[in-house]
């Protein structure tokens, strides 16, 4: 079997020490906002994009950014963690895997207010470290680890 693999982007998006997570209807599992990255976009406006569309909200992404300028070449910002994730598997083998660039962000309100065709508000949830660890055994291990260095990050 080939394996299929897409590019995607997702943030951990920080307020008040808490990160939002709602429950993936595709996927089954708890996830923060992301998607898939367009044929137009860099992986950080994917995010902010993403952002946008699932929670209604503007986010300052917390990302290293090199000083490597030139006239053709353009420092971007940099994801926290690059992963390789298993989307589809079947019989032991992997049939799509998503490549997705993690970024952190910081938002100023935890008003969410999603676009059309989005989880509605209802479905997200703000989790503090403790109820990230309190939730563990329904979350991924690594959305509570990553959830974790996120809100320690931007919200230290």
Do not use: C
């Not at 595709?26 to 906002?33: A, E, I, S, T, Y």
């Not at 993403?50 to 030139?70: I, K, W, Y």
């Not at 989307?87 to 938002?107: E, K, L």
């Not at 207010?113 to 991924?140: C, K, T, Y």
């Amino acid at each position: 079997m080939e394996t299929t693999r897409h590019f995607v982007a997702t943030v951990y998006v920080v307020n008040d020490g808490a990160t939002a997570l709602h429950p993936h209807d595709k996927l089954d599992m708890w996830l923060p906002p992301g998607g898939h990255i367009d044929r137009d976009e860099t992986p950080h406006e994917a995010a902010r994009r993403e952002v946008r569309e699932e929670l209604g909200l503007e986010v300052d992404l917390v990302a290293p950014q090199d000083g490597v300028d030139s006239p053709t070449v353009e420092s971007i910002p940099k994801p926290q963690h690059f992963l390789l994730e298993d989307i589809n598997t079947a019989g032991g083998a992997v049939g799509h895997q998503h490549i997705d660039f993690v970024f952190y962000g910081r938002a100023e309100s935890r008003a969410i207010d999603p676009g059309p065709g989005e989880q509605p508000a209802a479905d997200w949830e703000w989790l503090s470290s403790a109820g990230l660890r309190d939730r563990a055994d329904e979350l991924e291990e690594d959305v509570v680890a990553v959830g974790q260095r996120a809100i320690d990050a931007v919200d230290p």
